[in-house]
């Protein structure tokens, strides 16, 4: 079994930062793409940053010049740094990771309970 664990949401003002952090465990033998995603309430879940094992970040617009990813290969740790916040950042924040758990296996997509973010004006 494979489990996603979020931690770092809270409550923080408009102008504020948060560190999220996306823990991958259990049966992995090797992760393709780690990234995050976030929902508000009837709205459809959007892609925040991705980040390819060895490669360059990819971010959504909206966040660009304001998060940053990265990730620990060693630790299957996936990072969103988060700064000059805006409460329309407000949203549960998902994090995936796409990965196979033996080698000659198929890539699957993994995905954490998700963490709060709130960002008050």
């Known amino acids: 079994q494979v489990q996603l664990v979020e931690s770092g949401g809270g409550l923080v003002q408009a102008g504020g930062s948060l560190r999220l952090s996306c823990l991958a465990s259990?049966?992995?033998?090797?992760?393709?793409?780690m990234g995050w995603h976030r929902q508000v309430p009837g709205k459809q879940r959007e892609l925040v940053a991705t980040?390819?094992?060895?490669?360059?970040?990819n971010y959504a617009d909206s966040v660009k010049g304001r998060f940053t990813i990265s990730r620990d290969n060693a630790k299957n740790t996936v990072y969103l740094q988060s700064n000059s916040l805006k409460p329309e950042d407000t949203a549960v924040y998902y994090c995936?990771?796409?990965?196979?758990?033996?080698?000659?296996?198929?890539?699957?997509?993994?995905w954490g309970q998700g963490t709060q973010v709130t960002v008050s004006s």
């Open positions: 995936y990771a796409t990965l196979k758990q033996r080698f000659g296996g198929s890539y699957n997509d993994y």
């Open positions: 259990g049966s992995i033998f090797r992760i393709a793409d």
């Open positions: 980040i390819i094992s060895g490669g360059s970040p």
